[in-house]
């Protein structure tokens, strides 16, 4: 609500640096406030803060670096950060986790909590799948389906036009459709080329040869980069969940992918252990059926479960909270950075506190739907969180890391380079408005108070050898910031929003298996998957649970869309718009290469990638 007061006074006051709010009875969310003086002259004082009975003190909203700032501000800004850090204390609440706001979902911070709208949104979106279809009324809850087809019951009711998951369902039994989604489905990130077939994996030209399409040997398509491999070792040895009704089964898998004379990509060979002999075949795709049907599902169970905890949850999800916490902790309001960051941590703090307690929480519904334990999800994100490190954060290094630079149709590939150089432009432009050299980054002793929070604090890097403990240059400090950006839009753009699409067909993507993986071929039969896949109860919350993941909320907030003006520098606003620009082109050269394809790839199309992870 826009309020207009007047103050007279006797004398000129001269530039207004700061104003003083104070508000004693309920909280109340107080935007910007925008001062005019008699003469015309106009002065603006971000805040987008909630005022809860405290004095809160808003500076003038040009940008400052600590070191620039009379020693009066300097003093102030950190009494303001000391008392932010009692509020913003870390706490690392299960083992193996990333550390996190000290804070149940209910005491968080007003700063950091939903607004109503997307509390409503998000709590709502579950509901209505389950709902719509009925889901809650099936009978026999607990009980396998009786074929493939029976999955289609639950899709009925709530039916979208959706062309990736119309191609999907059609097609999800194909190799073809099996290794495309290596590339562009909702998991991109485990694909690497294979230079040499690890001894674990006994795979070898008499086997496959018949799935080579250039009459090259095993070793020679190798050499040629034309070999893909998937390994799943992650999960070797991790305790599997049971609950009530269920024991769950968990398998560590390796599968090895061909790039054929179409250029698709597609499985020759598949082991579903770590542990090569006679009770871990290598299955192939001229096997029976189902056999081959069967294996292709546990890599696919086994791409389910990392996906969710480690892809999803720990690089995008934990890894934005740890940022935010330490930008609260120890970055000034006024600082370029804290203006820069905060589009791309609204409400990342309150979704993850939200998961912890209806998704990852001892009852929640991952518990229920998970192959893995609770002791066993601490054992991943621990052994995950230890190969974390800030180049890992960095695109362009986890393709070149993984040797995918020219691997076919990776459309995630191809838009994802596109979104990091737009993202690395812009905050470098920024950047260079308020750093105009190396120096000043290192005298800035509010950003290496940040990136040491993070290395030390939330990331528990003591040494510092995986997240930096202090920044030297302008390029290290675009570097970093671009990660944190990158991470908290488009990548978790690109591994969230297609679960529905890629996961909401259950046989595609089980969630978990309920019998153990096959020692022998030729042992396999329909029964025996039906018996193996989610039953219906589970299905029914998978469904839900990706549904909900997957919508968009009411008045989203897309990268580059900057409502709250934290920024008032005309340079600053330069800067947003050559961004906004440059995105534009991004959308509409992905539009263009999406009109050439059966299937459209969109998830980091910029008008759908919200700013930050809020959902």
């Not at 820069?340 to 229920?368: C, Q, W, Y």
């Not at 230890?386 to 149709?409: D, N, W, Y």
Request: overall charge negative; proline content about 5%.
């Amino acid at each position: 609500m826009l309020q207009e007061i007047d103050f007279p006074v006797k004398d000129t006051l001269g530039d207004i640096v700061e104003v003083k709010l104070e508000k004693s009875s309920s909280e109340w969310f107080c935007r910007h406030i925008e001062v005019k003086t008699p003469s015309g002259k106009c002065f603006m004082f971000p805040c987008y803060r909630w005022i809860d009975g405290n004095e809160v003190i808003i500076r003038e909203g040009s940008a400052q670096l600590p070191q620039d700032d009379t020693e009066l501000f300097k003093k102030q800004r950190e009494k303001d950060l000391e008392s932010r850090r009692k509020i913003y204390r870390w706490i690392q609440k299960r083992p193996g986790f990333p550390r996190s706001l000290d804070a149940e979902l209910k005491d968080l911070p007003l700063d950091v909590q939903f607004d109503k709208g997307k509390e409503s949104d998000f709590d709502g979106n579950f509901r209505k799948v389950i709902d719509e279809a009925g889901l809650d009324k099936l009978l026999s809850f607990f009980q396998s389906w009786k074929d493939i087809t029976d999955y289609e019951k639950i899709f009925r009711a709530i039916y979208i036009k959706d062309t990736t998951l119309e191609n999907m369902i059609q097609d999800w039994s194909t190799d073809y459709m099996f290794g495309y989604q290596f590339l562009n489905g909702c998991n991109p990130v485990m694909i690497r080329k294979c230079v040499k077939l690890p001894e674990k994996f006994p795979v070898t030209h008499e086997m496959v040869k018949g799935f080579l399409q250039r009459g090259l040997t095993l070793q020679e398509e190798i050499e040629k980069g034309n070999i893909y491999i998937v390994d799943y070792e992650i999960l070797d040895g991790l305790p599997a969940n049971k609950t009530k009704k269920s024991q769950f089964y968990l398998t560590a898998p390796i599968c090895l992918l061909y790039n054929n004379r179409l250029n698709q990509i597609v499985p020759i060979a598949i082991q579903l252990s770590q542990t090569p002999g006679e009770k871990s075949p290598i299955f192939l795709p001229d096997d029976n059926e189902y056999d081959w049907m069967l294996a292709k599902m546990w890599v696919k169970s086994s791409d389910f479960n990392v996906h969710q905890l480690v892809t999803h949850l720990l690089k995008t999800h934990l890894i934005s909270e740890v940022f935010e916490v330490a930008m609260y902790r120890q970055l000034s309001t006024v600082h370029p950075v804290y203006k820069l960051l905060t589009p791309h941590v609204r409400f990342t703090i309150a979704i993850n506190a939200e998961a912890r307690e209806k998704l990852i929480s001892d009852d929640g519904v991952f518990s229920r739907i998970s192959s893995i334990s609770g002791k066993g999800m601490e054992q991943l994100l621990g052994r995950a969180t230890k190969t974390l490190t800030l180049k890992s954060l960095c695109f362009p290094e986890t393709i070149k890391v993984r040797e995918m630079e020219k691997a076919p149709k990776y459309y995630y590939r191809d838009d994802g380079m596109m979104i990091w150089k737009a993202i690395n432009s812009f905050v470098s432009d920024v950047i260079e408005i308020y750093y105009d050299s190396d120096e000043k980054v290192q005298q800035d002793v509010e950003i290496q108070g940040f990136v040491k929070d993070v290395s030390i604090f939330g990331m528990q890097d003591s040494k510092g050898d995986k997240f930096p403990q202090s920044l030297n240059t302008r390029a290290e400090l675009t570097e970093y910031l671009t990660a944190v950006i990158f991470n908290a839009s488009a990548q978790h753009a690109a591994v969230n929003f297609g679960q529905f699409d890629w996961f909401g067909w259950i046989p595609n993507s089980p969630s978990t298996m309920r019998q153990p993986p096959p020692q022998q071929k030729g042992e396999t039969d329909l029964k025996f998957i039906m018996d193996s896949l989610p039953d219906r109860g589970c299905s029914s919350e998978v469904l839900g649970t990706t549904w909900a993941l997957s919508q968009f909320q009411e008045n989203e907030r897309y990268l580059g869309m900057y409502p709250d003006m934290c920024f008032t520098e005309p340079a600053v606003k330069e800067a947003i718009k050559r961004f906004r620009k440059t995105l534009d082109e991004v959308t509409d050269s992905i539009k263009r290469r999406n009109k050439e394809l059966t299937m459209d790839y969109c998830y980091l199309s910029p008008n759908k990638i919200p700013n930050s992870v809020a959902v």
